[in-house]
């Protein structure tokens, strides 16, 4: 039996921050080019991508340092916090990007571009349809948060799961 097995937390804290990281760097590259008003299918999964890369590294580097074994509830655990960490980081660019700290008008922008394409997509919605669904979502706007951080979790859990299966290697009794 080994006495000295790693903390999951020591792999979830600095692999959490190199994903939030990468993700954080990659936000403001969209940013800087004037492509973070954009939100397509290719941005979040290079996002997904990111920290699934990250948690494989992440299970990997965990097993190495555990002399080559591997439970599938330690790669769960170190898949979830490893994206819990990341997202904390990303919503904390969110928070900045939308409060108009990081872009004074942000939001307004980003209600106008939303309101074109909602007005391609749908000619007879009136303006007075489109600002009560602006009313209802600004009610709303807070759960982007707590939906953000499970989304992320889950997220963190299926790569877990998929690294945990694919890495795994019980210790013999």
Request: charged fraction near 20%; hydrophobic fraction near 50%; include cysteine.
């Amino acid at each position: 039996m080994m006495e000295n097995k790693p903390k999951l937390s020591k792999y979830s804290i600095k692999f959490g921050l190199i994903a939030g990281i990468i993700g954080l760097v990659f936000g403001l590259m969209l940013f800087f080019q004037g492509l973070h008003y954009e939100q397509s299918a290719v941005t979040t999964v290079i996002n997904i991508s990111i920290l699934f890369a990250v948690v494989a590294f992440c299970v990997n580097q965990y097993k190495k340092d555990n002399e080559g074994f591997l439970k599938l509830g330690d790669a769960l655990k170190l898949g979830t916090g490893v994206a819990l960490i990341a997202a904390v980081i990303g919503l904390v660019w969110y928070f900045l990007l939308s409060n108009d700290i990081i872009e004074p008008g942000y939001m307004d922008k980003a209600m106008d571009i939303a309101k074109e394409k909602a007005m391609e997509n749908n000619p007879q919605m009136t303006d007075e349809q489109w600002d009560q669904g602006v009313a209802m979502q600004k009610k709303f706007m807070w759960m982007a948060y707590p939906i953000g951080l499970i989304f992320n979790a889950i997220l963190g859990l299926v790569a877990g799961l998929v690294f945990g299966l694919i890495l795994r290697k019980d210790r013999p009794e």
